[in-house]
């Protein structure tokens, strides 16, 4: 694509013209092969060593050493195209592995696009992790709520006032409920 003028030999033998020129063309050819770089990086399978580099820093990927380009493109084929359905179904499977079955509530309200998560007082150190995968795993124009689910009264009917004395309302309230037992 690189334009090639032609300069009658009285103008091409000035030194300054010719110098002007040669620095010309140089940036040219630059250029131009920049732009054919990018080109090739539009597709992962024709993409350079630069077009592999950015995919992979978009997904996160860690290549070896020793991976030479086509193993690298293949990775990032894979990784890529694979993108999985994400349904009500998934997320409970996941949220099922790592909060566990009984340990929150989920909530999902399509006509309002809203989906609000209660997690349990005893798996408030995963907050973070739920709320991550729920970034991933949520469209973006749906309006997340992830709260703790605090004690409610019916898990503090089998102690005595004597017992639930003992602690503070914020610790009734936010803690795992644990007494001592008195034999």
Same mark, same amino acid.
């Given at each position: 694509?690189?334009? =090639? &003028?032609?300069?009658?030999?009285?103008?091409?033998?000035?030194?300054?013209?010719?110098?002007? &020129?040669?620095?010309?063309? =140089? /940036?040219?050819? %630059?250029?131009?092969?920049?732009?054919?770089?990018?080109?090739?990086?539009?597709?992962?399978?024709?993409?350079?060593?630069?077009?592999?580099?950015?995919?992979?820093?978009?997904?996160?990927?860690?290549?070896?050493?020793?991976?030479?380009?086509?193993?690298?493109? %293949?990775?990032?084929?894979?990784?890529?195209?694979?993108?999985?359905?994400?349904?009500?179904?998934?997320?409970?499977?996941?949220?099922?592995?790592?909060?566990?079955?009984?340990?929150?509530?989920?909530?999902?309200?399509?006509?309002?696009?809203? /989906?609000?998560?209660? /997690?349990? %007082?005893?798996?408030?150190?995963?907050? *973070?992790?739920?709320?991550?995968?729920? +970034?991933?795993? %949520?469209?973006?124009?749906?309006?997340?709520?992830?709260?703790?689910?605090?004690?409610?009264? *019916? *898990?503090?009917?089998?102690?005595?006032?004597?017992?639930?004395? +003992?602690?503070?309302?914020?610790?009734?309230? =936010?803690?795992?409920?644990?007494?001592? *037992?008195?034999?």
């Amino acid at each position: 694509m690189h334009i =090639n &003028v032609e300069y009658p030999d009285v103008v091409i033998d000035i030194r300054e013209i010719k110098a002007c &020129v040669d620095a010309g063309d =140089n /940036v040219g050819r %630059v250029l131009e092969n920049y732009l054919e770089e990018i080109d090739r990086n539009i597709t992962i399978k024709t993409a350079e060593e630069s077009g592999i580099q950015r995919r992979e820093k978009i997904l996160g990927i860690q290549p070896l050493d020793t991976a030479s380009l086509e193993e690298r493109k %293949v990775e990032v084929l894979l990784r890529w195209w694979s993108s999985p359905v994400y349904t009500e179904t998934t997320l409970r499977q996941k949220l099922d592995a790592v909060l566990g079955r009984e340990n929150y509530i989920l909530d999902i309200e399509l006509d309002k696009k809203q /989906v609000s998560c209660q /997690v349990e %007082v005893t798996r408030k150190y995963m907050i *973070k992790g739920v709320e991550d995968l729920f +970034e991933q795993m %949520v469209p973006l124009d749906y309006l997340l709520e992830i709260t703790l689910r605090y004690n409610q009264y *019916k *898990k503090y009917k089998p102690y005595t006032y004597k017992q639930l004395k +003992e602690k503070t309302y914020y610790q009734l309230r =936010n803690e795992e409920v644990t007494f001592a *037992k008195n034999n």
